[in-house]
């Protein structure tokens, strides 16, 4: 609900964001067709993000290409409010776009509203559970798949020291921080895990500020760490810059996408040695899907390892001496053998 806001003034807002941000593509006339509208709200600043918001777009583009949908893309900003928020869903919904799919757990409190208006369209949200009938939550087991890359970054390691970047200190990251200790731990229960957050629960900057990440692992570096590994979003961007800078015996761990072969990225590939992989594409697709089949996906959806929701990733050559240690462990962790932390 919108309470002390002017309705006119924030769909006016809201408008400009959608005409600013959003864009529209119909797949080409060889390709599928479908009468189906797909829309897509992205969290912050949107795609270019070499992390999360891109893999939400590689879903959405797949279902683009192989099954016809019509898509629009949004962008909440990074000064975005609940209420803005809840409008940019509500424009979308209102323009016939089913599903609407928000990407982050920013999107909770607007998604929850704007699903309650509008029952017949389905929703779905990134990393966080509404509790709708309409509305697929979309949670991913992130903590098992930071433990197969705590099992690399363990037996990477020179110096039995490693490190660990996050974004916002809540419970979402912790999640990938314990994961990735306990991985680390179950290799060499000596080893060294410095950590460092980039802000504090609800400060949204931590997402982006790569500055700050860089000094943080610069550090760690300097106090004998040879591995770090960052789950931060944008200031991801930092920890990149500090290892590459540190040179050869140092290494970089990547998150959410294969940050390896992400473009924007390249010139930090050959320090990447593996990214904890969070197939939010998977997911994306899955929803659009259902959709077009007619079944829909709702209440809670976890993609973890027995999914493959989560993994890491494999492109770099160098992680070929690990991959023996990590998927043991993923087996383990399939079979009920492990059960990963969460915190």
């Known amino acids: 609900m919108l309470k002390g806001v002017k309705l006119a003034s924030v769909l006016a807002v809201a408008a400009m964001a959608l005409t600013a941000c959003g864009s529209t593509a119909s797949p080409s006339s060889s390709a599928p067709?479908?009468?189906?509208?797909?829309?897509?709200?992205?969290?912050?600043?949107?795609?270019?993000?070499?992390?999360?918001?891109?893999?939400a777009y590689a879903g959405l583009s797949k279902a683009q290409t192989d099954l016809g949908v019509q898509i629009k893309e949004v962008n909440s900003g990074s000064s975005a409010t609940d209420a803005s928020r809840e409008e940019l869903l509500t424009l979308l919904a209102q323009d016939g776009y089913n599903p609407v799919i928000a990407v982050g757990?920013?999107?909770?409190t607007a998604l929850a509203a704007a699903a309650t208006k509008f029952p017949d369209t389905t929703f779905a949200i990134v990393d966080s559970v509404v509790d709708a009938p309409n509305v697929g939550s979309l949670v991913f087991a992130a903590e098992q798949g930071s433990y197969l890359v705590g099992v690399v970054a363990a037996?990477?390691?020179?110096?039995?020291?490693?490190?660990?970047?996050?974004g916002m200190e809540i419970d979402l990251i912790k999640a990938f921080e314990a994961g990735y200790d306990q991985g680390a731990k179950s290799v060499n229960p000596n080893i060294v895990i410095d950590s460092k957050y980039m802000g504090a629960a609800g400060d949204n900057t931590a997402w982006n500020v790569p500055e700050k990440a860089k000094a943080a692992s610069a550090g760690m570096i300097t106090n004998g760490a040879d591995v770090i590994y960052a789950a931060a979003g944008g200031s991801g961007l930092g920890m990149f810059q500090a290892v590459k800078a540190a040179g050869a015996g140092h290494w970089a761990i990547g998150v959410d996408s294969d940050q390896y072969n992400v473009p924007s990225l390249a010139k930090y590939k050959d320090f990447i040695l593996t990214s904890a992989e969070k197939r939010v594409d998977t997911a994306v697709y899955d929803v659009i899907k259902g959709v077009v089949d007619g079944t829909p996906l709702t209440g809670v959806q976890n993609f973890d390892l027995a999914k493959d929701g989560v993994g890491y990733s494999t492109s770099n050559s160098a992680v070929d001496a690990y991959k023996a240690a990590a998927d043991k462990a993923a087996a383990d962790i399939k079979a009920g053998t492990i059960t990963v932390n969460t915190k």
């Open 33 to 55: 067709t479908s009468d189906v509208k797909v829309g897509m709200a992205y969290d912050q600043d949107g795609k270019g993000d070499g992390s999360f918001n891109d893999a």
């Open 105 to 108: 757990f920013a999107y909770s």
């Open 155 to 166: 037996s990477a390691s020179k110096t039995g020291h490693i490190g660990f970047i996050g």
